[in-house]
C-alpha cells in the first residue's frame, strides 16, 4: 500500500531546463514513476529534440516546449498552450537555473541581474503561473531546486548564493500561502554530483575534487540518478503532509565542518 503512494499515473510533470544534467535525471524519475512529462528548454529546439528521444529512449511519454521562463508573457503563452495541448499540470518542478563564477568587485549590474532573474524570479513567474490551475483543481506539488548555497556562502558565486538563499524563502512562503489548497511546495537541494559540467573536475590531483572528497562525509561526488528519489518523494502523494522544507542531498555536507586531510 505505501509503495502505492509514490507512483505519479495520470500526473502531468513540467520540467524546467530538463534537456540535460540534474534537470534531465530528475525528470526521468517522474517519468519512470508513471509521469507524463513535459520539459522545457532555451538554448535550442535541437538540444530538446534530443533530450526528447532520450526519455523516449526509457519508454516515457513526454512533450517538450522552448521558451524562456525569465519571460513573463512567454511563461504565460506557454503555460496555457501546455495545459491545453497536454493536460493540467500537476507537478511543476522549477529547475532552470544558471550560475556566473565572478567576484563581487568584479560583476556587472547586468550579470547579476541575470542570475538573480533566472535563478529566483523564474521560479516566482514559473510557480503564479501554474498555481492558479493547481487552485481550481484542488491540489498540486510544487518543487524548487535550490542548494547547497542556500545555506552556505562560496568565493565568487554571490549572485547564485542570493538567488538560491532566496529561493528557499520563496518556497515557504509559497507553501504558506497555497497549503490551505492541498498544495505542496518543497525545495530539492543537490550536493556535488558527477555530471559531465563536472567532468573536467573530476580528475585525481585536481584541488577542488580533492576538496569534495575530502569535505563530502559519503567520500563521493553524487550520481544524477540519486537525485530522482528526492523528486518522486516530493512529486507523489507520500509527502502530502510535508510543506515548505527544503531536501538536502548532499551526501552529508551540511552536516559537518569537514574533516582534516587525511583523516
Given amino acids: ?15 524546467t531546463g530538463a534537456t540535460h544534467g540534474l534537470g534531465m535525471a530528475m525528470a526521468k524519475a517522474l517519468g519512470e514513476a508513471g509521469a507524463t ?14 533530450a526528447l528521444e532520450a526519455y523516449r529512449g526509457h519508454g516515457i511519454k513526454v512533450t517538450g516546449y522552448r521558451f524562456d521562463v525569465t519571460s513573463r508573457e512567454e ?3 506557454y503555460i496555457a498552450r501546455i495545459e491545453e495541448e ?3 499540470i500537476d507537478i511543476l518542478v522549477n529547475n532552470a537555473g544558471i550560475i556566473k563564477r565572478i567576484p563581487i568587485t568584479e560583476m556587472q549590474l547586468e550579470e547579476w541581474e541575470e542570475v538573480i532573474r533566472t535563478d529566483l524570479t523564474s521560479p516566482f513567474l514559473m510557480s503564479q503561473a501554474v498555481v492558479k490551475g493547481m487552485i481550481r483543481r484542488g491540489g498540486g506539488k510544487i518543487i524548487n531546486i535550490c542548494s547547497m548555497m542556500s545555506e552556505l556562502g562560496r568565493n565568487t558565486v554571490s549572485a547564485y548564493a542570493a ?7 520563496l518556497t515557504r512562503n509559497m507553501a504558506t500561502e497555497w497549503a490551505r489548497h492541498n498544495i505542496q511546495v518543497n525545495g530539492i537541494g543537490p550536493g556535488y554530483f558527477a555530471t559531465s559540467q563536472t567532468a573536467p573536475l573530476r580528475v585525481a590531483g585536481n584541488a577542488f575534487h580533492e576538496f569534495i572528497l575530502n569535505r563530502t562525509p559519503a567520500g563521493r561526488w553524487g550520481e544524477p540518478d540519486e537525485l530522482g528519489g528526492a523528486a518522486v518523494f516530493l512529486a507523489s502523494a507520500a509527502s502530502n503532509f510535508v510543506n515548505g522544507q527544503i531536501l ?3 551526501g552529508g555536507i551540511l552536516a559537518t565542518i569537514g574533516k582534516p586531510m587525511g583523516e
Fill in 37 to 50: 512529462l513535459v520539459i522545457n528548454g532555451h538554448s535550442s529546439q535541437e538540444k530538446i529534440d534530443k
Fill in 163 to 169: 538567488a538560491k538563499g532566496g529561493l528557499k524563502m
Fill in 86 to 88: 497536454v493536460g493540467p
Fill in 1 to 15: 500500500m505505501i509503495l502505492s503512494q509514490f507512483k505519479l499515473e495520470g500526473k502531468i510533470a513540467l520540467v
Fill in 248 to 250: 538536502y542531498v548532499d
Fill in 75 to 77: 511563461v504565460a503563452e
